[in-house]
């Protein structure tokens, strides 16, 4: 199983993203893959990032950037490729684009949205077709996700502080097409103590939870206390 990642737009010149409310669409969409990938390479699988650096462009013109994109997800023989934007234009929540109806992308966009909109309470815009050259140009599955309104101001707040969380959400909805399991209960209970600490780099704190000899049972035993209490 291999995959590729898109963090859209580049970090400067050409082909640049959005902004609002202070951000630039090009810094989220990178951090956002970055989480993905690691949690996906955990996950056992393979993972080919477009851009590879925050401050890499790609191209020499916006086409022959977003050209470059596809290229890469062929080149490597790509099972599925996924595209990271935000949105912008006026509206909030969230929408996954494909290409066209009836396929394996409208199949793996629906529960990577489902998740997205359920983990932040965001509004489901829906799965929509789009004429996009890195959804025509790649030869598998493609799907580009707009996670939130980058000119919205509480959208704009969760894709400053929640990009691991994004990250998180995309990798369950993965996950869940994809048929694999998610290190199951364990999964549960970290998106539950993410959300009720508001973590904003929950790896980091569940890594050094997990450095605790018994970090299975001190996760259950923090999660039963929140739900007795
Ligand atoms: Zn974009």
Redesign the pocket.
């Known amino acids: 199983m291999k995959l590729c990642i898109d963090a859209?737009?580049n970090y400067s010149g050409f082909d640049t993203?959005?902004t609002g409310n202070g951000l630039k669409?090009?810094n989220i969409?990178f951090p956002v893959c970055q989480f993905l990938k690691n949690k996906l390479e955990q996950a056992g699988i393979t993972v080919v990032m477009t851009r590879e650096t925050l401050t890499q462009n790609l191209g020499t013109s916006v086409n022959s950037s977003l050209k470059k994109r596809a290229e890469i997800s062929n080149n490597e023989k790509c099972d599925y490729f996924i595209?990271i934007?935000?949105?912008?234009g006026g509206g909030t929540g969230t929408e996954v684009l494909i290409l066209k109806r009836g396929g394996q992308a409208e199949q793996l966009a629906k529960p990577v949205l489902q998740s997205i909109v359920s983990r932040f309470n965001l509004r489901n815009r829906g799965v929509k077709e789009s004429n996009l050259s890195v959804l025509r140009n790649t030869d598998c599955p493609a799907i580009?996700v707009?996670l939130a309104f980058i000119d919205h101001p509480s959208d704009a707040v969760l894709l400053k502080n929640q990009q691991e969380a994004f990250a998180d959400a995309v990798f369950l909805g993965v996950m869940e097409y994809l048929g694999l399991p998610v290190s199951s209960e364990s999964a549960n209970i970290r998106s539950f103590l993410t959300q009720k600490w508001n973590l904003s780099h929950p790896d980091a704190v569940f890594a050094l939870l997990d450095s605790h000899p018994y970090a299975s049972d001190l996760y259950q035993k923090i999660y039963e206390s929140y739900k007795r209490s």
């Not at 934007?85 to 912008?88: D, E, G, I, T, V």
């Open positions: 859209g737009h993203g959005a669409e090009q969409t595209s934007h935000c949105n912008a580009l707009e």
